[in-house]
Structures are given as C-alpha cells and as structure tokens.
C-alpha cells in the first residue's frame, strides 16, 4: 500500500471526506441542519447576501468589508442607562469599529426591541467619523419590535443630499474618498416608563461573509457544505455498495446455473442498456418523488443491468471452467454454495476497486439530478449549492465562489475516490503491477 | 581472426540479476560453459532455477528490471559483450544465434499467416528482400516437416506441433550457428515430442547447427545431448559429455535428479529429493545445494569452486 | 480378485462381476458442437465405446495423448458429465439413476486429484477452509469432528507439522505441497475410488516421483481403487497393475501392466513406447520411429480403425472399413486390432 503514492493521497481525501462527514453531524446535528438550510430571512438576516467568503480579502489587494452583528443584549454592544425623574431615564448605546476596508458594506441596520406601556420609547442615532464629522441619522420613536436601514431612510437621503446612503457615510463629502479608521455609532435612547427598556443589534452586512459566503438567501453556504460530505458519501457508497454486490450475485448465479435465467438476464441488460438512465432518474423525479431514497433505489436498480453485469459474466464463466470449481463439484458442493463460497469470493479482488472507483460517478449523478433541480427537497447538498448559484445567474453576476466550493469539494471527491480505486486495483490484481 | 582455434560459444561468469519489490532474484549467478560448432547442449534443471533467464541473457533480451547483467559471452572468440545494442542486433542475435522462446508456438502473431512470420526474421536481421525470405521459409518450412501449403495458414490451423515447427522455422530461417531452444516439447504429446527430437536431430546432421536445449525433461534432453550442464538455483552445478554424465552423474544433486527419473527399460526404484531448492532472492551462503544434500560435510558452508575432473566439471567439494 | 477380471471378456454385452466396485458399459460422451451458438453442427465424440471393470483395490492406468478423452472418461465416472449412452455402475449402483443425494453420496465414495494443484484449490481459502469444505458439505458438523479427520489426513499425505500448514493459502506453498492438499481432499472421507487425472505432470521431475510414491502407499494403506491417467508410460509401472492405452475416444489395449509393457500387441501402443526414452547418452545417435501425422478429429473420426491413417500395418479393405472389436489374442490382454483376428 505504501508503494503506491496515489493510495495514500486517495486515502487521505477519502479519510478527510469521511472525518469533514463525522464533524458536520455531530457539529450540526441532522435537524438543526435542516432548519438552517431551510430557514428564511429570519434566521439570517444578520448575513449579507451573495457574499463571497471573508478569505478573499487575503488574495485581494482590495479589501472587502466583513460582516458583523452586535448587540445590546449580549453586551456586544455598550449601553449605559442613567435614570431620570419620574421613571424615565435615558441611554447611551455605541458602538465603535474599526474600518479599514476598500469597499463599503452592502448595508446597515439597526434591529430595535423595546417593551412600554403606553409611550413609545424614542431613540436619536448619530454616525461619528474618523475624520470628526457627525452625521445625525435618524430621530424616532419605537415600536416593540422596529427595523431601522440605512440605505431606505428617504429622509436622510434629502438631507444628506445623496441616493447612495452608505458610501456617504463612509467617505470624505469633499472628494468623494473612503475614508478609512474608527467610526462609531452612537444611539441615544429616552425611555418614559420605569419598566421601559430598549436593546438594538446592529448589523452590518459587509462584501464578504465567514468562511464560505452566503447565497441568495442568506444563507451561510458552510452549512450545505459541510452537510455535502455525508450525504455525498452516503449516496455514492450505498450506490455503488448496492450496485456492485447485487450486480455480481445476479451475473454470478445467471452464469452458473445458465440456460433462461442468464437469457433473461442478458436480455435485460439488452434492454436497460438502450433505456435513457437519466431521464428515467428525471422522470421518477419529476412525477414520483424527489427524495433521495427513492432516487438512490432507482440508481440503484438502474445500473444493476448495464455493462458491468456482461463484464463480470465473461469472467465467471472462465472462473466457471475453472479446476477447483470443477474440484467442488466433484466433492458435492450444492449449486448455492458453489456460486457464493467459490464463484464470488473469486471477484472479490476485482470489485473492490471496482466499488471504491464506481463512488464519484454516483456522487456526479447525484449533484448532476440536483443540478436539474431535481435533488432532495429537503437535503442541503452540494449539488443543490450548484443549482440555486446557477438558478441565481451567479456565473454571470461573477459569484464565482458560488460554483467553485461545490464543484471544488465534487472534484475531490471523484478524484480521491479514484485514485484509491486505482491503486486498489493495483494491488488487488497485480498483473497490472509493473516490474 | 581465426574462427578454427575458438569455440563457437563461451561464457564466462555470466551474471544476470532481476529487482523485485521482495529483493534481487539472482537468477543467473556466474555461469561458465563453452560449446563447439555442430553440438547441443542441454540445460537441465528444475522449474525457477533460472534457465530462461539464461536463455535471455545470452541473447541480451533483458526485461526491464534488471538489477545487474554482466560476464562475457565469445562467439567464436569475440566478447559480444562488448558490443552496442546495434551491432549485436545485427552480428549477433538471429544473425547466429537464434531463440525458439518458452511456449512459442503460443507467442505466433494469431492474425499473420506462419509463412510470413517465419520470413520476418530474415527480413529483419539479414536485410534479404520479401520475396527471397519467403524462399528461405519455404526451405526451412522442408527441414522442419511442414506443408509447403501451410505458408498461407493463420496459427490457429495448425495444432500445437505444427505451431512448434513453425516456431522452430523461425529461428532457422536466418542460418544460425546456434539455435538456443528454451522448453520446445513440454507441451507437445509424446509421439509429436519425439517427431520435433528428429527434426532437431536432422537439422544438426544437415545444417551443422550448434544447439543450446533448455528443458527440465531429462528423458527427452538425452535424446539431443552431446554435453549436459545441470542448473541449480542460478548456478550450473555440473557439466560434461552425455556419453559420460547420462550413466554416472557426478554431483549430488545431478546424482538425485538422475535417480528421480522413472525409466519404462529398467527395473530401478526412482528416488526424490526431499526439500525445495532455496530460493533466488535469499540464497544460503557455501552451497546452494547443502539442505537438501546427504554427503554434507563442513567444507560445504563455503561455496564450493568447479573442479575439473577429465573432460568433467563439478562444483561440489566431494570432487576437489 | 485381478485374476478372476482378466478372465473377463470385456467385450460381451453384459459385465456382472460381483466384486467388481466400478463397471463401464459401452460407455459413451459426445459433446454437441454448435453453429454460431445453435444449430447443430455435429459431435466431439470423445468417448465412444467405452467398457471395463475395475476391482476393489485394483489400480488401473489410462495412458493416451492429449485430446483423446481421458478427461471426458474420469469426469463421467465422477459424476461431472453426463453419459450419452452406456452406464456406470458403482458398487452396485448405475449412476445415470442418481440424483440429489444420491449423487451426492456416490460422490463421497470418489475422490479426485487433479492435473494442476494449484487451479485445483481455491485461491482464496487457506488449506484449513479448503479440507473443511468437502466435510461439511458430507454433513459434519462439529469442528472438533472435522479438524480432528484433517489432522489425520494431512499427516498420512506427511503434510507435517499440520499447524503450519493449515493457515497458508495455496500461492504460499510448493507444487508438491500442494497436490498433497489435493490429495489429501481426496482422502478427506475415505473413498473407495480415486480418479487421479495426471497427477504428476505439472510437477518437477524430484516431485514427480514423491507424490506418485505417497499415492502408491495411500492405495495400498487404504485398499483403494486408483485410476491413474497419464500420458507418461515410463511412471505406469510404478504404479498400476493394469493398463488401458486410450486413442481417440476408445481403449484400444487392456492388459496387465507387464504384459503390455513386454508385448505391446496393437500398433500404436508400439509406437508410445518406442517414443518414450529413458535418459541414456546412445539415444542422440538414432531417430526415432514415430507414425506419420496427428490424432484424428473426434468430430469426424476415420472409418473403421481409428489409428488406421497412421497405422503402418495397415490392411486396406478391412482395417478401414470395420471398426475391429476388442480380441484377447492372449489370457486377460485384449487388444483392438485385426491383426490379431
Ligand atoms: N523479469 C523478472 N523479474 C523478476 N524475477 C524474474 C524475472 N524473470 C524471471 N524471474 C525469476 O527468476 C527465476 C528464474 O526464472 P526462469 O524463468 O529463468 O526459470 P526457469 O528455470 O526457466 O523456470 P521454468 O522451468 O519454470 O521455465 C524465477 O524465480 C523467476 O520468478
Ligand atoms: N465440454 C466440452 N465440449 C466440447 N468438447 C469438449 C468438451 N470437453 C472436452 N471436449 C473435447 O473432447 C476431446 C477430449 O477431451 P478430454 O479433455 O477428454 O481429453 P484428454 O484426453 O483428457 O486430453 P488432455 O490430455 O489434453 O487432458 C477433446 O477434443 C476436447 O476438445
Ligand atoms: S558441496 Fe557439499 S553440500 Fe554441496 S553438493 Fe557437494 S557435498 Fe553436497
Ligand atoms: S486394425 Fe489395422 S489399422 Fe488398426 S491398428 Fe490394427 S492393423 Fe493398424
Ligand atoms: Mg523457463
Ligand atoms: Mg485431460
């Protein structure tokens, strides 16, 4: 095995598929998982949208803003409260960072809570610059639960004089120039009850977002990657586990016992050979059910009769002629056992490889249905990253990361896959061994 | 040079090695005999002892791994060892020394007919025109008993001996001095066995070709040895006359081997040797034949030099 | 027991030797050759006419060149093909009545050693695995039961120790070590018969000798009935008492081992024997006298005598019109010729 320089790397793929498949179950357990992926606007509304990951600012000389959220609540975000006559009291919440990117955020806003009774809190915010300028955003009273963003303040844009908010808010009035350095946000709140309270969460939805960016929806795409991994090789290995195993019993008892059983067989094969594999797998998906159960049974069952079957035939029946077989027969092995105790263990070394280099064409059809839009409703998949980045235009909008993660994670996969197969196949039938 | 003071054939510690994963089989391991014009000598020795391998090494058609090839080889006189790739193509290999390969008359080109592939050679190693080899096959086609006919045929129209005597053809098309014939009857039935014996024996009467003949069926060698050179685990143990080796071996092992033959003209009890032979990647040191041999005596944990007795050689401290 | 069958006329119709453990009658295997799959284009007659009878603890050699139906024979007697016509009676039994258990208990009685030991074991059991199968398969159950038999048997093929060979896999041992676990299969559930089809013929010449003793010991430790196929008639003496010379689908000579091989009556055993040398220097300075041409095709066999293409004394009129049916020129050797009409 340690000859085989190509094992190992194949090895070490599979391995760190299987491991990247582990964490992300126990990391995000299964249900969490799917409320995530199937969660809207209000389980990521602090994420910006199409954001490439926060690792592109390393290659870019230009650096995109980052996103984040704080908050009052969890002491993210400073608030001091000082209390006044007659149960009032006023606050203080600020919040300062540091800006030094190239492009500004996509947007800014300011989720309030409060609780009163009767009168409305109200709340004044301001914009505080590096260069010492401030700027008074909005003055307002608050609902229970008030949204505030930047950008769709039709009032703050008359007074500021610009459609564009939030490069305003960013750059030097005279030039035009990004101004780079500490800002700070300063929100100052008058509550009118005793038991009046305001918290805020300010949110900042930058150019590039954690680790892998995000999609359409918000969505942090570190979720459907990560979950990628175990259903990919949960997929491709039961595929072609089931695939392999049954298509060698079939052809090994077809070859043994011969006459109509092999004839039905061969015939078939004949005919799901001619049978368009895809579109059946479209149809079923189309008309019966998405789900990847059922698509796994009908690839599955599929591809038990296609060349493979014929291949493993032509070598059973010399594994057939053969002299122990022949030696069994003579010492009154029953036909069952002579087809799984002497026939099959024989192919062993072949299907194998067989079974681990078959993985990535299952793994391919799987992403591939998914790209048609026809991958499991629920299953956050690699394949479906592709379809809703393609569905999105992100190729021609330039999302580039959109496709790449996926489509990078799919090629490893076929590629570690194969190269273990390969070597796999070298040891296993060392005729192909060189010398 | 003067080509009558020479042996056609010399070879002096020839050593041909192979690299394998599990080590270096040392397949050939200092080989010496000599041979003249118009003799056969027969290798004998059992399966893996490395007879091919000295077939190959005579005729530098090495394989890939080769760990160490080295020794002379005189073809009347001249180290052939010396010369490139080219010149030995050209002055050595068919030119005068030609390889009927182990199972030969599998190896034939299924989709050419056997008249060609008999020409081939000539055409290669002799640069003679197409028309003039296949004169050439015809002829040999004659020497060895095949149907003039049978030029036309594919391989598989010809049973096993036919595709023998096709193969042999093949090596006699180009007039070699030396024809080195590597296994050519154990897969023949006994009546074809002994009708390719007589056509060797004949070439030999009529075309005064030398034979090299490997094989590890004793009973049949005989039937074509002039000189006997026993093989074991790389090295030749014992060689002389047949005349004087068939009744009375010399060397322990050849003495067993011998006495392993069952014989259909005699009442003797056939005997075998107990043990295996060691094996090429890890040889024992002293003689390569000490585990299995009865006279073992101290001397033997060294390796044991040929020792000439008459026209004779031994490699066993019993004859020092 | 021999002598009594010597005085059997192998050519009357009905063989009712009570000791007699195997009678073949007539026996014939024709193999259906087909036309690009189907459609009938003819039969390889490989046995065509086959009778004898062999005898508790007789050995018997069958002795033919390639392709004459030696296998073909063994294989029907074991129960692997099925006869076209002509019966197989064993131990009073006919085979062709046999059917599932029958069968296979008819096979326990039979053991077979193969030409090429190592296709004759699986590549993938160790020696363990394979000695056990043919015992479970017979039906024993307990381990104990079944390593205890293998012990004894691999000991008697001088497999020893047995704890180091029971683990190996077959690739991991000598020729000869493993047509000893062929053997030793064979013996596995004390057979009356051994069919042993070249058993020495893929091995080296120091083997040859060592396998082909053990099985003489075995054979005569056991009381066995031995049918040695060879094409070697140089070992047959070795071990067998009589011979059958097989050409092209029929026994053209039966005789006791020395009186075959010091009056070989029909023309082509001539031939065998003259071809078969023994290792002596005068050989190289004689040619040898080997009959013109090849066996025939099983397909369309030469009319009348078979060996009559070839034969040197051929009567024309008469050796290639009837087929000559088998003569006892002398006491228990029968041969078919018509020279010995
Ligand atoms: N190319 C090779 N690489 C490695 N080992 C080799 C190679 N060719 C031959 N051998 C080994 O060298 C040894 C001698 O092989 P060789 O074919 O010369 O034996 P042989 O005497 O001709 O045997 P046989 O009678 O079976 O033909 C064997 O152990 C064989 O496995
Ligand atoms: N299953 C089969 N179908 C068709 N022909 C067969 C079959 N088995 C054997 N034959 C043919 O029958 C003839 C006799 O074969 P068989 O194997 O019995 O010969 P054999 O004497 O054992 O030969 P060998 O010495 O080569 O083993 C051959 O011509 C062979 O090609
Ligand atoms: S040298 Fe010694 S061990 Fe080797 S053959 Fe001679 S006596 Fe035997
Ligand atoms: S029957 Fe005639 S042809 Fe046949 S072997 Fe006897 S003499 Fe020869
Ligand atoms: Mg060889
Ligand atoms: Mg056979």
């Known amino acids: 095995m340690l000859y085989y320089p190509s094992a190992i790397v194949g090895l070490l793929v599979v391995f760190l598929l299987v491991f990247t498949a582990i964490y992300a179950m126990i990391k995000i357990p299964y249900n969490e998982a799917i409320r995530l992926w199937r969660g809207g606007e209000e389980v990521w509304y602090q994420n910006p949208k199409f954001a490439p990951p926060a690792w592109f600012n390393l290659f870019s000389s230009k650096k995109y803003s980052e996103s984040f959220a704080v908050k009052t609540s969890d002491g993210s975000m400073t608030r001091e409260v000082t209390p006044g006559a007659q149960g009032t009291s006023t606050m203080s919440i600020a919040y300062t960072f540091d800006f030094s990117y190239d492009y500004y955020p996509q947007e800014l806003i300011l989720y309030f809570t409060s609780s009163y009774e009767e009168k409305q809190p109200f709340i004044s915010a301001e914009w505080l610059t590096p260069d010492g300028r401030k700027i008074r955003l909005v003055n307002m009273a608050l609902s229970q639960k008030q949204t505030y963003r930047f950008s769709q303040d039709e009032k703050l844009k008359t007074r500021l004089r610009t459609e564009e908010v939030i490069p305003y808010l960013f750059s030097d009035p005279e030039t035009g120039a990004l101004v780079k350095g500490e800002y700070q946000l300063l929100i100052t709140g008058a509550a009118f009850e005793p038991d009046a309270d305001i918290n805020v969460e300010f949110v900042s939805h930058g150019q590039v977002y954690g680790l892998a960016g995000t999609d359409q929806a918000r969505r942090d795409l570190v979720v459907p990657l990560l979950w990628g991994a175990p259903i990919a090789l949960a997929f491709g290995l039961i595929a072609s586990l089931g695939t392999s195993v049954l298509t060698m019993v079939i052809a090994a008892l077809g070859t043994w016992y011969g006459g109509w059983i092999d004839e039905l067989i061969q015939r078939i094969t004949e005919i799901n050979l001619v049978l368009p594999f895809l579109s059946i797998l479209i149809m079923i998906g189309t008309f019966y059910s998405r789900s990847i159960w059922v698509i796994l049974g009908a690839t599955i069952l599929l591809s038990i009769f296609t060349g493979a079957i014929k291949s493993y035939r032509s070598i059973f029946v010399q594994v057939k002629e053969s002299l122990y077989i022949e030696a069994a027969r003579a010492y009154g092995a029953s036909s069952p056992r002579i087809v799984f105790l002497y026939l099959i263990p024989r192919m062993i070394p072949l299907l194998i490889p067989g079974l681990v280099s078959s993985v990535p064409a299952f793994v391919f059809l799987e992403a591939s249905l998914a790209v048609l839009g026809l991958g499991d409703p629920v299953l956050p998949t690699w394949g479906k990253i592709i379809e809703d980045a393609n569905s999105n235009g992100a190729l021609y909008r330039g999302y580039y990361y959109w496709i790449l993660e996926p489509a990078t994670l799919l090629m490893i996969t076929g590629l570690g896959f194969a190269m273990l197969g390969f070597a796999l196949d070298r040891i296993f039938n060392p005729k192909l061994r060189d010398v | 040079m003067n080509t009558m003071s020479h042996k056609l054939l010399r070879i002096e510690d020839l050593v041909l090695h192979f690299k394998t994963r599990l080590g270096t089989v040392q397949a050939v391991d200092g080989v010496d005999f000599e041979l003249d014009t118009n003799r056969a000598v027969v290798i004998l020795g059992e399966s893996g002892c490395g007879k091919s391998s000295l077939a190959k090494a005579i005729l530098r058609l090495l394989p890939r791994n080769v760990q160490k090839y080295s020794g002379e080889v005189y073809l009347q006189g001249t180290d052939v060892m010396q010369f490139d790739e080219e010149q030995f193509r050209h002055n050595v290999r068919w030119a005068a020394i030609s390889l009927v390969p182990q199972a030969a008359m599998n190896a034939l080109n299924p989709v050419i007919k056997v008249g060609e592939q008999v020409a081939e050679p000539a055409i290669v190693h002799l640069g003679v025109k197409r028309e003039a080899a296949l004169n050439l096959a015809r002829r040999m086609f004659q020497h060895v008993g095949v149907p003039e006919d049978f030029l036309e045929r594919y391989p598989f129209e010809l049973s096993g001996g036919m595709r023998q005597r096709v193969a042999l053809a093949m090596a006699l098309v180009t007039s070699p001095s030396l024809i080195v014939l590597d296994e050519p009857t154990s897969a023949l039935d006994l009546l074809t066995q002994a009708n390719i014996m ?123 | ?199 020495v013929s893929m091995l080296d010449a120091s083997v040859r000798v060592e396998i082909l003793k053990l099985l003489r010991a075995l054979q005569e430790s056991h009381g066995l009935s031995v049918i040695y196929i060879t094409h070697d008639l140089s070992t047959v003496k070795y071990f067998s008492r009589r011979i059958f010379v097989m050409y092209a689908g029929s026994l053209i000579e039966k005789a006791d081992t020395r009186q075959l091989l010091g009056n070989p009556l029909h023309p082509y055993t001539h031939a065998l024997l003259a071809a078969t040398s023994d290792p002596e220097a005068r050989n190289a300075e004689t040619f040898k006298e080997v009959p013109p041409g090849e066996p025939p095709s099983l397909v369309n066999p030469p009319t009348g005598c078979r060996f009559h293409p070839r034969c040197p004394r051929f009567m024309a009129g008469l050796c290639d019109v009837k087929f000559p049916p088998d003569l006892e020129p002398e006491p228990g050797h029968f041969v078919a010729c018509w020279l010995y009409q």
Not at chain 2, 284 to 305: H, S
Not at chain 2, 309 to 316: A, D
């Open chain 3, 1 to 199: 027991m021999i002598t009594e069958l010597r005085d059997l006329k192998m050519n009357t119709p009905k063989i009712n030797e009570p000791q007699a453990l195997l009678t073949i009658q007539d026996l014939r295997v024709w193999y259906e050759l087909r036309r690009f799959g189907f459609g009938h284009a003819g039969y390889v007659k490989a046995v065509d006419g086959v009778s004898f009878a062999l005898a508790e603890g007789e050995t018997v050699a069958v002795v033919g060149e390639s392709g004459c139906g030696k296998s073909s024979l063994m294989k029907t007697i074991l129960g692997l093909n099925i006869p076209t016509s002509g019966e197989v009676v064993f131990d009073g039994e006919n085979l062709s009545g046999l059917k599932g258990d029958g069968l296979q208990h008819y096979r326990f009685k039979v053991g077979y050693v193969q030409q090429d030991p190592y296709g004759a074991l699986p590549p993938f059991m160790n020696v363990q695995k394979i000695l056990e199968e043919p015992l479970i398969i017979s039906g024993m159950k307990s381990r104990e039961e079944r390593l205890a038999r293998i012990h004894k048997v691999m000991s008697e093929v001088k497999l020893h120790p047995v704890e180091d060979f029971l683990k190996k896999f077959p690739h991991m041992l000598s020729g000869g070590q493993q047509q000893r676990i062929v053997i030793a299969r064979a013996m596995l559930r004390e057979p009356k018969l051994i069919v042993a089809d070249e058993p």
């Open chain 2, 198 to 320: 007589n056509v060797l024996k004949r070439i030999k009467q009529e075309l005064g070709t030398s034979f090299i003949l490997i094989t590890h069926d004793i009973a049949t060698s005989s039937e074509l040895a002039d000189e006997v050179a026993i093989m074991y685990a790389g090295q030749i143990v014992e060689v002389g006359h047949a005349r004087d080796f068939f009744p009375a071996p010399l060397h322990p092992y050849a003495q067993m081997l011998m006495a392993s033959v069952p014989r259909l003209r005699s009442e003797s009890d056939p005997m075998f040797i107990t043990g295996q032979p060691p094996s090429l990647v890890n040889l024992p040191t002293g003689c390569r034949f000490k585990a299995r041999c009865p006279f073992r005596f101290d001397k033997c944990e060294r390796e044991p030099l040929m020792f000439g007795k008459n026209s004779r050689k031994v490699k066993c401290w019993l004859y020092e």
